[in-house]
């Protein structure tokens, strides 16, 4: 079986944070994993960490499951599914962590379906001058980009060095002007509004070589739909890019 479909076994985790659905292997988690944090110990945290009421045998202390940090309840009340953690479970979390990991369950309720349904690119590969259309998607664990057309590929995420979403921009009263977002200044890209995506540049290493590979996406113009379908895609995958960062830099 390829190795971006295999199934991979998962297991049952109890953390003092509360009950986790892991891989048994570790290199088959998600690339859009998190670790869960070291919890700050009790004796280095008498007060409340963001309203700085003492803890007593009234005020218990609540720690945060995304950052660890040691709250009162009133400032760690909200419970908010963490699904980069694994849990099972919606877990409590302070407010900052809530707001984050809310706007986090938009790209798991929505735009992962987006990216593992796929859409369809003509790819270049490295320098070559000559396309091809594709369908692209994200395997269902999560790991690999897919590539189906006349060729195939799997470019493993862990391996992908740069994304770059290119983007085409409305000004009014002016032509489209086609712009480069890296996705590292985060600039904002929308499925229908002033600025859409129309393509990507993916670099990445080839397991066995040193050398980085360049492919290049280009959304297919055939169809309106197809289009669109690609840009809510190509969306997705910008905001896929962001959390591998974080996953990456943790
Ligand atoms: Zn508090
Ligand atoms: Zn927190």
Known sequence: MSGS???????LV????????????????????LDEPPWVPDKECPRCMQCDTKFDFITRKHHCRRC?????????????????MCFVDPVRQCAECALISQKETEFYDKQLKVLMNGASFFVTLGTSDKSELMVCRLSNNQRYL????????EIE???????????EGFTPGEK???TYTSLLESQHITEGGNTRAI??????????????????????????SNKKLSASWLA???????????SRDQ
């Open 176 to 178: 489209d002007i086609h």
């Open 199 to 224: 393509g990507m540049i993916l670099q990445y290493k080839v397991p066995g070589s040193e050398e980085l590979t360049q492919m290049k996406f280009t959304a297919s113009e055939d169809y309106t």
């Open 68 to 84: 660890g940090k040691c709250f009162c309840d009133k400032c760690c009340s909200k419970k908010v599914p963490l699904p980069r």
């Open 157 to 167: 995420i862990v391996q992908i060095s740069t994304v770059q979403i290119l983007t």
């Open 5 to 11: 479909e295999a199934a991979d076994a998962k297991k």
């Open 14 to 33: 109890r953390s003092a944070s509360g009950l986790r659905m892991v891989p048994e292997l570790r290199a088959a988690r998600s690339p859009f994993g």
């Open 146 to 153: 897919v590539l189906d057309g006349n060729s195939h590929y």
């Open 236 to 246: 997705a995958m910008h905001k896929a890019t962001k959390l591998l960062y974080e």
